[in-house]
């Protein structure tokens, strides 16, 4: 067994590294839960006949007051937060994933034909990835979430809430991996594989994804799992400021902004277990993030 575990370097430090083990674990925990929510959770938080409003306000189990059923509490409408909480990493991890998906395609594909073609191409997709460097992510979806409520009618606009908000976060996160893909393309142009494929008369494109990309992967994979952890907290920045997910559909984002409207009334729950939880959720994939990098980068071992 330790022999197996040795010729695979990865898991070898995996299985010594207490921090990667346990925010794997978290991270695992908190994604089959959003998986399952459907059938883990109590009620529906969409569902407003699975819920009632004599059950408000209710304290966690462990307070004077509570109601053994509501393990966490209530929220003000009588939700149940474990419940809440569920479905909102549920929703959350969908725009995260979706963002992050979009981001990828985008910047990967733009970053690999940069690298390849080179010359007049090259030097506009990096002077726009310049310029939006320079601005924050969080000021590029602000700014992509308004011109999609200038243009699309109003009529749709609360339909398509989820469908902006994911384009917008994915429009912000696109830079880190067309960059990457840049110079890791770069650098593979000089290897012999890739100019023996060139002179066989390979096409561009099974050049890039067939040859290329394959290579590259890793310096890839180190940024989709930081970033994920960006796109969930983008998505719970703007649905806390407002302008992400309504309150009728409950991102960890939106139940954050809810418990504040209680922070000093004395319900406390409503706030800090929704925080808590998201904090738990971005700091066990940063730290997987992390691991990734010291995996791929053997001088940062």
């Given at each position: 067994m330790i022999a197996f575990v040795k010729k695979y370097e990865g898991l070898w430090l995996f299985v010594?590294?207490?921090?990667?083990?346990?925010?794997?674990?978290?991270?695992a925990l908190i994604f089959l839960?959003?998986?399952?929510a459907p059938w883990i959770a109590l009620v529906n938080p969409y569902d407003l006949s699975s819920f009632s409003l004599f059950d408000g306000l209710l304290p966690p189990m462990w307070e004077d007051g509570a109601n053994p059923k509501f393990i966490l509490g209530t929220d003000d409408q009588g939700r149940d937060m474990v419940s809440s909480i569920l479905y909102g990493a549920r929703l959350s991890l969908v725009i995260g994933l979706s963002a992050l998906t979009i981001a990828a395609v985008l910047g990967v594909g733009l970053g690999l034909a940069a690298g390849y073609y080179g010359g007049r191409f090259d030097a506009i997709v990096m002077r726009i990835a310049d310029v939006q460097l320079a601005l924050p992510a969080i000021l590029t979806a602000l700014l992509i979430d308004g011109i999609a409520r200038g243009i699309l009618p109003s009529a749709i606009q609360q339909d398509l809430r989820v469908a902006v908000l994911t384009l917008a976060i994915a429009l912000s996160l696109w830079v880190n991996f067309a960059r990457t893909a840049r110079a890791s393309t770069f650098v593979q142009m000089n290897k012999e594989y890739v100019q023996a494929a060139i002179m066989m008369g390979q096409r561009p494109i099974r050049v890039m994804f067939i040859h290329i990309l394959p290579n590259i992967l890793g310096p890839l994979l180190v940024i989709?799992?930081?970033?994920?952890?960006?796109?969930?907290?983008?998505?719970?920045?703007?649905?806390?400021?407002?302008?992400?997910?309504?309150?009728?559909?409950?991102?960890?984002?939106?139940?954050?902004?809810?418990?504040?409207q209680f922070l000093l009334s004395g319900e406390w729950w409503i706030l800090w277990i929704p925080t808590l939880f998201l904090v738990a959720l971005v700091v066990s994939i940063n730290i997987l993030g992390d691991f990734l990098r010291d995996i791929f980068n053997p001088r940062l071992r």
């Open positions: 010594h590294s207490s921090a990667a083990i346990i925010a794997a674990l978290v991270a839960g959003a998986v399952f989709m799992t930081v970033d994920l952890a960006s796109a969930i907290l983008l998505e719970a920045t703007l649905s806390f400021l407002g302008i992400g997910l309504p309150a009728d559909s409950p991102s960890l984002g939106t139940l954050i902004r809810i418990g504040m």
